[in-house]
């Protein structure tokens, strides 16, 4: 990632200009979606009627309030910041460990949970969804936090063993030679060397995890169908079917819900990036 | 290598290989099970390949294979795009980084937000078509959502829309590790823009493509629910049904298990074929580095 701060100083061509052109215009239409939701949030439903496309004069912060009315809003966000927090730590603590082992031991059948591992991160959690129902149902697992953390911890590990192993696997050697030789145990290797060398890749993974479990609708939908325990995810969806005939308070209410990961990107940009090419870049 | 009694590494390794086991393993063999059951409750009577005859009689069904195999018809467009903003971005022209940002700015919004404020932009008299309209383009002011001939093409342009963040912000981080030496000897030798792309970047992004086009058709087969599920729930009618849906609906919604898992074992089949392809781009890729390519 270095490579890009590089400075590359030429001359400007003539073809600059058209392509400064093309990122603009692509840059307005990947802002379209968002200012919509910016502009109509802050519209009457009035004046959302009468003009879609106008600016909002004057401006009405009432929607907002409205979306939050009721407290319904905070609830979906309290699970799914406990539903996030609590699949995100036991997905870490499992592929840390597991990832270790792999990019660090010599054992049999290594190869063989490695290339499972890269096979499961594409199986379409669908194809479990009804199985994993049935099971959950019997077990008592529906309609709970912990049931969900399961699924969700489970759904993101592969992806999670694989970048940490391949992060691990860049670790030089001499490193464990020489804690051996001070007669550190292996867990205390891990403990004390190689995760607290692997932390940008542990950041990179929990805010790639955080952002696919937050994002997550279809287990949401399926596995928590009490009220109260609904997801930002599925509420969003509720929402929209309610408030069908008032845009405005929709719209608000879509930005409450973006704003979390919003902030998060910004924050993170780097880490974000990192994590989602992670796959493609290293073999 | 860290040498280690010969127990040791399997006992850091259990944790994830039950979980694996719990979530994926045990579940996928039971919907192969289930696919050939009358499933009442929690399991029920052998019926053989009746499940699936039924979905393969069910015109729903096909109207899902259909959509989900025309919705592969994204990833050559997700490509081009993605590679074409991305060289972009790479001439590093001035505010570059923050064209990086807005436009993987889309990508950061959850799906089911960005197909429900899509679904209200593209309504027959929402802003889409009020800005058309505006600007005297009334024959492009069309239901996209309303009606069958389109819908299925509206939710594929929200689809390409969002996904081509990821896209681009994956080959400009693959660009950026290369050799800027090589792109510059190229200019000085008078190669345009365009040969630059063609016979200098291209070659050597090879197999980051490679991978995009797998993950990205993984990602149209199996992963575009929550766009269908907020844009159309599936309709007009049947009219973007995708295989997502169809298992959804007919085993959460209309309570027929066995039918909706003979269904995921199709979608399994499909699936494993490009897990298959993921396979072969990464040996090469291996092999290619191994040779110092």
Same mark, same amino acid.
């Given at each position: 990632m270095s490579a890009a701060v590089q400075p590359r100083k030429r001359r400007r061509e003539r073809s600059d200009y058209l392509k400064q052109a093309l990122l603009v215009l692509a840059a307005i239409g990947a802002m379209i979606p968002v200012s919509f939701?910016?502009?109509?949030?802050?519209?009457?439903?009035?004046? /959302?009627?009468?003009?879609?496309?106008?600016?909002? &004069?004057?401006?009405?912060?009432? *929607?907002?309030?409205?979306?939050?009315?009721?407290?319904?809003?905070?609830?979906?966000?309290? *699970? &799914?910041?406990?539903?996030?927090?609590?699949?995100?730590?036991?997905?870490?603590?499992?592929?840390?460990?597991?990832?270790?082992?792999i990019a660090n031991m010599r054992f049999r059948g290594r190869e063989l949970l490695l290339s499972t591992n890269v096979a499961l991160m594409v199986v379409p959690p669908v194809v479990m969804l009804i199985p994993l129902f049935i099971q959950f149902t019997e077990l008592g697992l529906v309609s709970t936090y912990r049931g969900v953390i399961l699924i969700y911890a489970g759904l993101t590990a592969p992806f999670s063993v694989y970048l940490?192993?391949?992060f691990f696997r860049t670790?030089?050697?001499?490193?464990?030679e020489s804690a051996t030789i001070d007669g550190a145990s292996h867990a205390r290797i891990l403990w004390s060397i190689v995760l607290p060398l692997a932390r940008p890749a542990l950041v990179t993974l929990i805010i790639v995890n955080s952002l696919w479990v937050w994002n997550e609708l279809l287990v949401a939908l399926v596995f928590l169908p009490d009220e109260q325990l609904k997801t930002l995810m599925v509420g969003v969806t509720l929402f929209q079917g309610r /408030?069908?005939?008032?845009?405005?308070?929709?719209?608000?209410?879509?930005?409450?819900?973006s704003a979390p990961m919003a902030l998060l990107y910004l924050a993170g940009q780097r880490y974000f990036i990192r994590g989602l090419t992670a796959g493609a870049l290293k073999g | 290598m860290l040498k280690v009694r010969s127990h040791v590494p399997y006992l850091y390794c259990a944790p994830l290989v039950l979980l694996l086991a719990v979530i994926f393993a045990y579940p996928i063999i039971r919907v192969f099970d289930f696919s050939t059951r009358l499933i009442r409750g929690a399991s029920g009577p052998f019926i053989g390949l009746d499940n699936y005859r039924f979905i393969f009689e069910d015109p729903t069904f096909k109207e899902a294979l259909k959509h989900s195999v025309l919705l592969l018809l994204c990833v050559p467009v997700l490509l081009v795009f993605s590679i074409l903003l991305a060289t972009l971005l790479y001439e590093q022209l001035p505010a570059w980084k923050f064209f990086r940002t807005v436009l993987?700015?889309?990508?950061?919004? =959850?799906?089911?937000?960005?197909?429900?404020?899509?679904?209200?932009?593209?309504?027959?008299?929402?802003?889409?078509?009020?800005?058309?309209? %505006? !600007? #005297?383009? @009334?024959?492009?002011?069309? @239901?996209?959502?309303?009606?069958?001939?389109?819908?299925?093409?509206?939710?594929?342009?929200?689809?390409?829309?969002?996904?081509?963040?990821?896209g681009i912000v994956l080959f400009l981080a693959r660009m950026m590790t290369l050799d800027a030496s090589q792109l510059e000897a190229a200019r000085i @030798?008078?190669? #345009?823009?365009?040969?630059?792309?063609?016979?200098?970047?291209?070659?050597?992004?090879?197999?980051?493509?490679?991978?995009? !086009?797998?993950? =990205?058709?993984?990602?149209?087969? =199996?992963? !575009?629910?929550?766009?269908?599920?907020?844009?159309?729930?599936? #309709?007009? #009618?049947?009219?973007?049904?995708?295989m997502e849906l169809y298992i959804y609906n007919v085993g959460e919604v209309q309570s027929t298990p066995g039918m909706a898992?003979?269904? =995921?074992? !199709?979608?399994?089949a499909f699936t494993s074929v490009l897990? %298959?392809?993921?396979?072969f781009a990464r040996w090469r890729a291996a092999r290619a580095e191994a040779q110092g390519a």
């Open positions: 939701m910016l502009m109509t949030s802050v519209k009457s439903d009035d004046q /959302y009627s009468d003009d879609v496309l106008g600016l909002p &004069s004057p401006l009405t912060f009432g *929607n907002f309030s409205d979306a939050l009315d009721g407290g319904e809003f905070l609830t979906w966000f309290k *699970n &799914s910041v406990i539903l996030t927090a609590g699949a995100v730590i036991a997905s870490t603590i499992v592929a840390a460990l597991a990832a270790f082992a940490l192993a391949s670790l030089p050697n001499e490193l464990f /408030y069908s005939l008032n845009v405005p308070v929709l719209m608000a209410g879509m930005l409450v819900a | 993987f700015l889309p990508y950061i919004l =959850a799906i089911p937000v960005v197909g429900i404020v899509a679904s209200f932009m593209f309504q027959l008299h929402g802003p889409i078509n009020q800005a058309l309209e %505006a !600007v #005297g383009l @009334d024959r492009l002011a069309i @239901d996209w959502l309303g009606q069958e001939k389109y819908a299925l093409m509206t939710v594929a342009l929200v689809i390409v829309a969002r996904e081509v963040g990821f @030798d008078g190669a #345009g823009w365009f040969q630059r792309l063609r016979y200098v970047i291209l070659p050597e992004i090879r197999w980051t493509v490679e991978f995009y !086009v797998v993950v =990205a058709s993984i990602t149209m087969l =199996a992963w !575009v629910f929550s766009y269908v599920y907020t844009l159309t729930q599936g #309709g007009p #009618g049947t009219a973007t049904i995708t898992s003979a269904a =995921a074992v !199709v979608l399994l897990i %298959a392809l993921l396979f």
